[in-house]
């Protein structure tokens, strides 16, 4: 029960309450909350959040068990890119010290989904910089891709490469690649404040081709870049009209040398407070912790498994994330446990609709 305040503040809590019971139960069913109640999830009280966490947490039970994906993170091709999104060390405006590097090679590829397998992941994530890949670096990612899928075939396989010009989604599909990340990152309205030299209708339409070509969508946002709660959620709907098979929900690393460095507006109750959200309205989707987890959650990230059921496990793109042993003691500790490489990670009906989008061109997978 939610702990009554100050005279005035039962009211409120109350009718809180009740926004956040029918949520849940809506979520149970598989319909969508109204954006009145998401709103009131995003405006809890600090207090009153590990109350949310324990009822949404029934959604996440109920969908996916006590089990946690994980997913292991290759930065394939570093830095260079001409693009301008403010909440990158990879821009062309970000003075941050990274590692610039161009698309690698099969070896480097494969030593990394072999300790992706080590880790236990289920889901190797290839990422690399820039708009969009060039003719070359296609080619050269998909002989990565094709390593990889001979080598270690039980491998989930994720491409993130930018936006997509025509044909190049089926190419990625045919090689062998299951899903494709782009994510939306925040609402239409926000757009603009973070990236001038592409648009949000950009991103959308590539999350769009890379379905249409059967493979698997995730695309999710990232918070903490000065959004309002009606910015959340507007991109939680925006992405919900995209069908996505998986969510990452990223919390702003705020990096030297980037537009957005010093920015510090998230705290791990509010985090928690979005990734509930992301849960009620994706209560059959796999919703992902991705970057920012350690930086924002701290020491409440295993109240963050009670919403989410996958994270990503070792570093992120340009900075450190927690070892993977400790992510694995945290999943345990909190009674959880890493999903097995031959579980499915959707529950039924969803899973299904996943094998035939993907099977749906008749190409090889
Ligand atoms: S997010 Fe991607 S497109 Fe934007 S600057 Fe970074 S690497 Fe370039």
Redesign the pocket.
């Known amino acids: 029960m939610i702990p009554s305040g100050p005279d005035g503040d039962q009211d409120v809590a109350s009718d809180a309450r009740e926004a956040i019971v029918r949520a849940v139960r809506g979520a149970m069913r598989l319909e969508s909350p109204t954006r009145d109640d998401a709103r009131t999830v995003l405006r809890l009280a600090d207090s009153d959040t590990l109350w949310l966490v324990s009822e949404v947490a029934r959604v996440r039970f109920r969908y996916f068990g006590n089990r946690v994906k994980l997913n292991f993170l290759l930065n394939v091709k570093s830095g260079l ?5 403010a ?6 405006v ?1 003075t941050a010290p990274i590692p610039r590097y161009v698309m690698l090679g099969t070896d480097q590829v494969l030593e990394a989904a072999r300790a992706a397998v080590a880790t236990g992941a289920k889901r190797f994530c290839m990422v690399a ?3 969009g890949p060039t003719p070359r670096e296609l080619e050269r990612f998909i002989g990565g891709v094709r390593a990889v899928r001979s080598e270690l075939p039980q491998l989930e396989i994720c491409a993130c490469l ?1 936006l997509l010009a025509g044909g190049q989604a089926e190419a990625l599909r045919e090689a062998g690649v299951h899903a494709y990340n782009h994510n939306l990152n925040t609402s239409d309205a926000h757009y603009g404040e973070i ?1 001038e030299t ?1 648009t949000f209708a950009d991103r959308v339409d590539t999350v769009h081709r890379a379905s249409a070509a059967g493979l698997s969508a995730c695309s999710g946002a990232l918070f903490g870049m000065g959004e309002t709660d009606e910015d959340i959620v507007d991109v939680a709907w925006a992405l919900r009209d995209l069908r996505p098979d998986s969510v990452p929900v990223n919390f702003l690393i705020p990096i030297d040398g980037t537009p957005l460095a010093g920015r510090r507006e998230l705290s791990p109750q509010r985090c928690l407070r979005i990734l509930a959200l992301f849960r009620l309205v994706f209560p059959d989707v796999e919703v992902r912790i991705a970057g920012g987890r350690e930086v924002h959650l701290r020491s409440l990230q295993p109240l963050g498994l009670y919403l989410a059921n996958s994270i990503f496990a070792g570093d992120y793109l340009t900075t450190r994330g927690q070892p993977a042993p400790a992510d694995l003691a945290m999943i345990e500790d909190a009674g959880f446990r890493v999903e097995g490489a031959d579980e499915r990670t959707l529950p039924g009906a969803r899973a299904l609709e996943v094998t035939l989008k993907t099977s749906a061109t008749g190409l090889e997978q």
Do not use: A, L, T, V
Request: glycine letters at 12%; aromatic letters at 6%.
């Open positions: 890119c001409p693009e301008d999104c909440y990158c060390s990879q821009s062309k970000s910089s820039g708009r930018g990236c592409h």
